[in-house]
């Protein structure tokens, strides 16, 4: 799950100096005795590529609908580019939205749709047509401009949609799955299109998805949600490889957790004693945890070796090979540990060979090193 976003990216969010463009205070939407969104504060700054990501249910898409004035929070501010907009209408707002739903006005062709919003603001005819063309060349959809939507398929209307929203250059763009209905192809080029065109525009978009892997390619951060609340809120790559709580761990990406104890601790050396696994898992953690607190240990599959034998060292162990997941690039492979614990760990496939040199039912060794796992208290 690589990031596409340029090392060398600002991180505005870590000077203090920094003024966001979105400010969330205390944030609460409930229906009734449910909590959709519960007591959320959050920073968005100008020119991130934000994801609000988590399972259905969790309380991203009331958030998003907030922010676009389309919910009105039973408790908690609201402020764009300085100015509470809590209770201001929708039209009001520096902010366009893309729809899950599309929301395209069936009597009109393509280009009409896109132009819709431009034309309502004045905008001249040329430079109108010159922006439509830009929008339908940036989504691919050149060919379909003269149709009306009942003549695309779902993933045309889609991108309709997105062009739409695009175009009037609005200072804040959020989208509630916006790539949701494109094949896996299609999807793919366009996160990469999205980013481009919003690091061009200098556009401040904020994203629902469900896609974990969506979220990891295009944004510059991401906030993982769960029942109504921030879990954690972070770069994809610090979210990943640094989790704060087990549900990240977990959400994110694929990862083997060992339940334990802490047994001892010296300097950056900590020493865990997992019934999982049935041994002392050492890893490098420098923040201090009392002796007997409960943890769990965090590795990720790709980070787990393949070893000849045993040795005899810490963060090794023993089981047999159960499932194989053959993926082209990767084999994931499900071993079981003589404890009963199943985990997972990965091979790249680098040659086409004739037969896999890993079958079921074999035993294998495995070990990791201790600056390649986590330790989760949450």
């Not at 205070?25 to 100008?46: M, P, Q, T, W």
């Not at 977990?250 to 104890?261: Q, W």
Request: aromatic share 8%.
């Amino acid at each position: 799950m690589a990031n596409t976003r340029s090392t060398t990216l600002d991180a505005p969010w870590q000077s203090p100096e920094e003024e966001p463009i979105v400010r969330i205070e205390n944030l609460v939407k409930n229906f009734g005795s449910v909590y959709a969104v519960d007591d959320i504060s959050l920073s968005i700054h100008r020119g991130e590529f934000f994801s609000l990501l988590g399972a259905s249910g969790c309380g991203k898409t009331t958030l998003l609908r907030m922010l676009a004035g389309f919910e009105t929070p039973s408790s908690g501010r609201i402020y764009i580019d300085g100015q509470d907009v809590t209770h201001v209408p929708p039209y009001e707002r520096p902010v366009n939205m893309m729809f899950q739903s599309y929301a395209l006005f069936p009597h009109m062709s393509v280009e009409d749709n896109i132009a819709f919003g431009l034309k309502q603001e004045g905008m001249p005819k040329a430079e109108r047509a010159e922006r439509v063309a830009e929008m339908m060349e940036l989504v691919q959809i050149e060919r379909f401009a003269k149709r009306k939507p009942h003549q695309l398929s779902g993933g045309q209307r889609q991108r309709v949609a997105l062009a739409r929203a695009l175009a009037k250059h609005p200072k804040i763009l959020l989208l509630d799955e916006p790539l949701g209905a494109l094949d896996k192809k299609l999807r793919e080029k366009t996160q990469f299109e999205l980013v481009n065109i919003q690091e061009r525009l200098g556009i401040t978009f904020i994203v629902v998805t469900h896609d974990q892997e969506e979220a990891m390619t295009m944004s510059s951060r991401i906030a993982l949600m769960h029942e109504g609340r921030l879990e954690q809120v972070d770069t994809p790559r610090h979210m990943y490889e640094f989790p704060s709580t087990r549900y990240a761990a977990s959400f994110i990406g694929s990862v083997n957790l060992f339940h334990g104890y802490v047994a001892r601790q010296q300097d950056d050396k900590l020493w865990i004693q997992s019934d999982d696994t049935g041994a002392e898992l050492l890893v490098r953690h420098s923040q201090p945890l009392p002796t007997g607190a409960e943890v769990s240990v965090a590795i990720r599959p790709e980070k787990i070796r393949l070893i000849d034998q045993p040795t005899g060292s810490e963060n090794e162990v023993q089981g047999v090979i159960k499932e194989i997941a053959y993926l082209g690039d990767v084999s994931i492979y499900h071993v079981d540990l003589p404890t009963g614990k199943r985990i997972q760990f990965t091979q790249p496939n680098i040659q086409a060979l004739a037969e896999q040199p890993l079958t079921w039912e074999q035993s294998v060794t495995l070990s990791w090193l201790p600056n390649s796992c986590g330790v989760l208290t949450e």
